[in-house]
């Protein structure tokens, strides 16, 4: 069948994309940036439709001849005071797309809604569900709390805290109720439902069959990771300074970490129903899935993260279109290296270069710079990158923003999402000389204004010996990260 597929580089539609191919559909996958998508997918059966919903009536038609249509659109990570609007506008949008095609089902993935009192992002959640109720074709929900698998905000949030804190004082929302489910039962639910008629304007929470406290799932997952933990609740913790608690101890940014506090005083717990029995899907324990979110992680096959999203971050989807560096009023640290020896260890190392690995030299000053963006409410190192040996455009690695990763024509270049006084770009491009190859190392920084410059010429001596030290490092072509 013909599927349009919304929010296609998310996590859960990244998730989504193989399964659906491999049962043998058809999919027309919306995306804000087609260049981004297309680089990581190439399948003829995968068509790309570059739409941005939160414009007003975009000059867009989709084919008519659509059977399903997923809306996996969310605006939580964004910001912190409109995003239920951006929310709302985005529904009303796909709508008017929707609507001339004949599409025969609408699938959402929304929030569980059962308490009294709601978080402004659930009562976003609901708040699109009515809009999508009005559209043409019959809607069906899925009402999810925390996801759990690689890459996932939650699962991320909830690794950061157990790795990094053996003692933790925490706010009393840890006591709060919730009913996680797996990521890959997520996806059977999300397949299972298709074209199912008795689903149709229907809605069903879907968790696993377990009700856990955040407290009792940190200690869970210290368990399996054969750590001791130990966690003291405070009551007196306000919900601004748990947002700072959870911004500065994970790799969470500050708007969604004071979205998720918000929404984690809010019990989310299933109503009963027997939606997997009749899709004979066989519900993972919290335990278990956090065991296959390692598997993954440990093999590195982690397809996709809330990382790598653009809402994880303030830098435009724009910025995908400029792939070449700007020349006029900027500062350069330009260096270049000979070296004679095959061309695949160094751009090995290149496309290695961060989370894990580091940046080959002076990683404490690295480590240092991320502490500091994070002071001034930057995004810092935590994000690390999802996978230690690939990259794709758009992908997040640590305080920066993949625009270009090209292996073929030996490129790499990055965009800081770092608070900076101005743009800043670090490009990396290997040529061939004669018999051997030049690497080039570029440093541009493009400053606004007195303090722009200022930044620029107070950073230079430690630009010089940092940028210095890691192209000689990554010239040699030996694993070197220090």
């Not at 439709?49 to 605006?75: G, M, R, T």
Request: glycine share 6%; charged share 20%.
């Amino acid at each position: 069948m013909n599927i349009l597929l919304t929010g296609a580089n998310g996590y859960i539609g990244e998730r989504l994309i193989p399964v659906l191919l491999e049962q043998g559909h058809t999919l027309y996958c919306c995306v804000r940036n087609k260049s981004r998508f297309i680089a990581s997918h190439s399948d003829e059966r995968l068509l790309t439709i570059e739409i941005d919903f939160e414009k007003p009536a975009p000059d867009v038609k989709l084919p008519i001849a659509i059977d399903v249509a997923y809306y996996l659109i969310h605006s939580m990570s964004d910001n912190t005071s409109d995003f239920d609007e951006a929310e709302a506008a985005c529904a009303k949008n796909f709508i008017a797309l929707i609507n001339p095609t004949s599409t025969k089902q609408i699938i959402y993935m929304s929030g569980i809604s059962n308490a009294d009192a709601l978080s402004k992002h659930l009562n976003s959640r609901l708040q699109v569900e009515n809009i999508l109720s009005n559209a043409g074709a019959p809607l069906t929900v899925l009402r999810a709390a925390i996801i759990v698998g690689s890459g996932s905000a939650s699962f991320e949030i909830i690794r950061d805290l157990v790795e990094k804190l053996p003692i933790m004082v925490t706010p009393k929302w840890l006591n709060t109720k919730c009913q996680p489910i797996a990521i890959r039962n997520v996806v059977q639910f999300l397949t299972g439902i298709l074209l199912k008629e008795n689903t149709f304007n229907k809605n069903f929470d879907i968790g696993a069959s377990e009700v856990l406290t955040y407290k009792q799932m940190l200690l869970q997952y210290a368990a399996i990771r054969g750590l001791k933990r130990y966690i003291y609740t405070l009551p007196f913790m306000t919900p601004r300074i748990s947002s700072y608690w959870l911004y500065f101890v994970t790799s969470t940014s500050y708007p969604l970490a004071i979205n998720l506090v918000n929404s984690m005083k809010v019990d989310v717990i299933c109503r009963p129903n027997n939606l997997a029995e009749e899709l004979n899907i066989e519900l993972l324990s919290y335990k278990q899935a956090v065991q296959l979110a390692f598997e993954k992680i440990e093999q590195n096959l982690v397809l996709s993260s809330w990382k790598d999203s653009f809402s994880s971050s303030r830098t435009p989807q724009r910025l995908m279109e400029y792939i070449q560096v700007p020349e006029f009023g900027c500062f350069k640290d330009e260096k270049k290296r000979m070296f004679n020896t095959d061309a695949s260890p160094v751009m090995n190392k290149i496309w290695s270069i961060g989370g894990k690995t580091g940046w080959y030299y002076g990683n404490i000053l690295w480590r240092i710079r991320g502490f500091m963006d994070k002071l001034v409410g930057g995004v810092g190192l935590r994000r690390g990158r999802t996978n230690n040996t690939t990259i794709d455009a758009g992908d997040a690695l640590d305080f920066w923003r993949v625009l270009v990763a090209d292996k073929n024509a030996m490129r790499l270049l990055l965009y800081a999402e770092m608070k900076l006084p101005g743009e800043a770009w670090l490009e990396f491009q290997i040529t061939p000389v004669e018999d051997n190859f030049e690497l080039k190392q570029t440093a541009t920084f493009r400053p606004k204004g007195v303090w722009g410059r200022l930044y620029w010429y107070g950073s230079w001596p430690f630009h010089y010996f940092i940028f210095n030290g890691m192209i000689n490092k990554l010239s040699k072509g030996k694993e070197d990260k220090n």
